[in-house]
């Protein structure tokens, strides 16, 4: 088989301008965004106060991840990432598969983020149909994404860092509101009211994991923004270190104090929880502020989505897996052809705002959830593959970048995702995600075995 070098050489062209700060800033804006500020409206559905637990364990999952992803990064930082890892480490179908999987669940994920947007603007003006909201800021963030990958970095970077300080400035008035002034009914006995803390047992906890996973999609985006990074091997180690624990920090103090503020049972879907946390603080304009900010949160991940949906299916082309034009680039170093078919999800959410606005945002997420999820468990099954054959290829040479305690972390890692996605069949809310994921990789190996087999180098 061919050196890894090959794949890197032919996903060359992509400009070189983003920095460790900006990348880690790309992987938070995608991963902060309607996973936490709606998403977890459906956790704490699933699994009441317990729903901490449920994000704890989808922690443990993603800090492995990251430490597999970056080992395998740090030694070959490119577009494809994990995709032509996969390709080159497992086999060509592996490569293709989990691509195409990833592509189309980011894709989906993009047009659910959308999709929140247009129920986050009916705060201001209900009588307004959503897909107006939906069709408007689709054409924006296109925009953003066709001008150049400098100025996608720098827009995400503010977006993230507005998402940044409206979290930590919601962690900081809860938790005065929790330890300081103590008004009725705010407390952490809220933990232990309709149902106690674990009110539908384990198994909602542990349902409650699928949602905390989805919610951490764009964790690996770090990896596939290395094609583009000014100095991939530091950049991608730097923001490794500190994304994970940035991110758990987010996402378990700031649901810790909302849960202590609002009854686990007054967590509905119809707006974010953490609007909910403003209006029954009665701080004014501080409901309005906070959902401006979960605006911005949901554009930030659809923004960060568009991007590394884009260079997946960059990938996929160089690759001779899809079309020839679609990894063109423009002058600015984009590919303006990956970018529009990427754009796909947003035209599905617009049909689904119009035919069903009420399920529209459950049916995105439902969707999107498989191959995000198979991808996750693809990452740990390809750094089972790619350990021993790294150190077969290079004797002698260390990695710059090692993941902890493999293989028993890998395969806990490999594991515990092939337990989520099972997991999904049980559920009234998320059948639909394995029932329309199989099929789609059965497709996909067809169309592998159809049209692009001969086409592989033996």
């Known amino acids: 088989m061919a050196n890894f070098d090959s794949i890197q050489q032919r996903e060359t062209g992509l400009q070189q301008h983003l920095n460790s700060a900006q990348m880690?800033?790309?992987?938070?804006?995608?991963?902060?965004?309607?996973?936490?500020?709606?998403?977890?409206?459906?956790?704490?559905?699933?699994?009441?106060?317990?729903?901490?637990?449920?994000?704890?364990i989808g922690a443990f999952i993603g800090l492995l991840l990251m430490g597999c992803l970056a080992e395998m990064t740090v030694a070959h930082p490119t577009s494809g990432s994990f995709g032509a890892y996969a390709e080159h480490y497992i086999s060509p179908l592996a490569g293709f598969v989990?691509?195409?999987?990833?592509?189309?669940?980011?894709?989906?994920?993009?047009?659910?983020?959308?999709?929140?947007?247009?129920?986050?603007?009916?705060?201001?003006?209900?009588t307004v149909d959503p897909w107006i909201w939906v069709a408007l800021f689709s054409i924006l963030l296109a925009a953003v994404n066709a001008t150049s990958v400098k100025a996608f970095g720098q827009v995400e970077y503010w977006f993230s860092m507005v998402k940044v300080i409206a979290i930590v400035a919601f962690i900081l008035i809860a938790a005065y509101v929790v330890f300081g002034t103590r008004p009725e009914g705010v407390g952490f006995d809220n933990y232990f009211v309709d149902g106690g803390f674990f009110p539908n047992g384990w198994w909602g906890t542990w349902v409650g994991v699928i949602v905390a996973i989805f919610s951490y999609l764009s964790l690996e985006s770090i990896a596939i923004a290395a094609g583009e990074a000014q100095n991939p091997k530091q950049a991608v180690t730097r923001a490794f270190r500190t994304t994970v624990l940035r991110l758990v920090l987010f996402y378990l103090l700031s649901l810790a104090l909302m849960l202590a503020v609002v009854p686990w049972s007054h967590a509905g879907t119809d707006k974010s929880p953490f609007v909910k946390v403003m209006e029954i603080l009665q701080i004014p304009g501080a409901a309005a502020a906070l959902n401006f900010v979960v605006l911005l949160a949901s554009l930030s991940?659809?923004?960060?989505?568009?991007?590394?949906?884009?260079?997946?299916?960059?990938?996929?082309?160089?690759?001779?897996?899809?079309?020839?034009?679609?990894?063109?680039?423009?002058?600015?170093?984009?590919?303006?052809?990956?970018?529009?078919?990427?754009?796909?999800?947003?035209?599905?959410?617009?049909?689904?705002?119009?035919?069903?606005?009420?399920?529209?945002?459950?049916?995105?997420m439902s969707i999107a959830m498989f191959g995000a999820m198979f991808a996750w468990f693809m990452v740990f099954v390809t750094h089972l593959f790619f350990r021993p054959r790294w150190q077969r290829e290079h004797p002698g040479q260390k990695l710059e970048f090692r993941m902890w305690g493999f293989p028993v972390l890998t395969l806990v890692g490999a594991l515990l995702m092939a337990g989520?996605?099972?997991?999904?069949?049980?559920?009234?809310?998320?059948?639909?995600?394995?029932l329309v994921g199989v099929p789609f990789l059965i497709v996909l190996v067809l169309v592998y075995a159809l049209w692009y087999r001969k086409k592989v180098t033996p």
């Open 24 to 56: 880690t800033m790309i992987a938070i804006g995608g991963a902060i965004g309607t996973g936490l500020f709606m998403g977890s409206a459906f956790a704490i559905g699933f699994a009441g106060p317990s729903v901490l637990i449920s994000y704890a």
């Open 420 to 434: 989520v996605i099972v997991t999904t069949l049980f559920t009234k809310e998320f059948h639909t995600t394995v």
């Open 98 to 126: 989990v691509r195409y999987a990833y592509w189309g669940a980011v894709v989906l994920a993009v047009g659910m983020e959308v999709t929140a947007v247009g129920k986050y603007m009916a705060y201001w003006f209900p």
């Open 301 to 364: 991940a659809m923004n960060s989505q568009l991007y590394v949906t884009s260079r997946m299916m960059f990938s996929l082309s160089r690759g001779g897996y899809a079309p020839k034009g679609l990894s063109k680039l423009s002058k600015s170093g984009v590919p303006l052809g990956a970018i529009a078919v990427s754009c796909l999800g947003m035209a599905v959410a617009m049909v689904l705002n119009v035919l069903k606005p009420e399920q529209s945002l459950e049916l995105m």
